[in-house]
Every structure is written in C-alpha cells, then in structure tokens.
C-alpha cells in the first residue's frame, strides 16, 4: 500500500502545513512600555523557553514554558505516526499530542494581569495540534484506507 492511502498521514500533512504557517503568524499581542507589541509564533516559543531560567520566581510560568516546548514535540510525533507498524508508536504520538494540546489551552490563564490577546497564529497552532490528534487517532483506528478507483 501507499503512503498515500494513510489517511492519518494526509491529516497530518494538512497539521504541519497549519504548524509551519503558525510558526510565521503573529500569535500574541503584549503590552510592553505602554505600547502593543505582536510575537510571531516563533518568537513567543523563544520567549516562552527562556522564562525557564526564571521559574524560582515565578513557578506558574512552567506551564507556558511547558506549552512552548509543544514546538519541539510536534516533529517527534509526526515521527513516531511514520512508524509502519508499531502500535505503541502511535499510542505514544497520541499521549504526547494530548498532552501538548491540554498545555496549549490552559499555558495562557497563567499569564496574569494584564492578559496578553491572543492572535490567529495561536489559534492556527492549536488547530494543527487538533487536526495531529485527529491523525493519530485516524491512524489507530483504520490505519490503511483501501485505494478508491
């Protein structure tokens, strides 16, 4: 069979379209110095693994730290739902999907006073881990989808 015929590995080629694009979308509007100032899901990602080094003073930002290494996860999980066959492959893609998706809704109602807006790349990025998820799932659940002719 063809890779093609992988319905989960069509949706998750539509995901990491929709990662990549949010990557380069602005994600997030701060205030800085009485001014409005937009990150692009890159550089959010940046500023959000550097506030590791400050997490004895504020330990609530582990979650948004957290959320940002979502980043790092996504690739590893396109990875583990390439694996042909083995199940606990795509059960683990599943868990670590899952989880970065829980992340990314709950890492901005830690942020506080005042609360950052959140732009269409954030909502870009949680749509391509939505739709890795459907692909995980799609991939646990039919695997191969017999060609159509």
């Known amino acids: ?7 989960g590995f069509k949706l998750a080629l539509l995901a ?3 990662f990549i694009a949010s990557l380069f979308l602005p994600a997030v509007e701060v ?19 550097s506030l590791l080094t400050d997490l004895d003073k504020q330990p609530r930002l582990l979650l948004l730290s957290l959320a940002a290494m979502g980043n790092l ?14 199940r606990w492959a795509h059960i683990g893609a ?3 999907v899952a989880g970065c998706l829980a992340l990314g809704l709950l890492a901005p109602t830690v942020l506080g006073s005042p609360q950052p807006t959140l732009l269409y790349g954030y909502h870009v ?3 391509a881990f939505t739709l890795l998820l459907i692909a995980v799932l799609a991939e646990l659940k039919w695997g191969v989808v017999p060609a159509q002719n």
């Not at 205030?31 to 693994?49: C, D, E």
């Not at 996860?73 to 083995?86: E, H, I, S």
């Open 1 to 7: 069979m063809k890779i093609t015929q992988h319905i």
């Open 16 to 18: 990491t379209l929709l």
């Open 31 to 49: 205030t800085v110095l009485q001014k409005f100032v937009q990150f692009k899901g890159w550089q959010a990602t940046r500023i959000s693994l």
């Open 73 to 86: 996860a996504f690739p590893a999980c396109l990875w583990l739902l390439c694996q042909a066959r083995p």
């Open 94 to 96: 599943l868990i670590v």
């Open 125 to 127: 990025w949680i749509g």
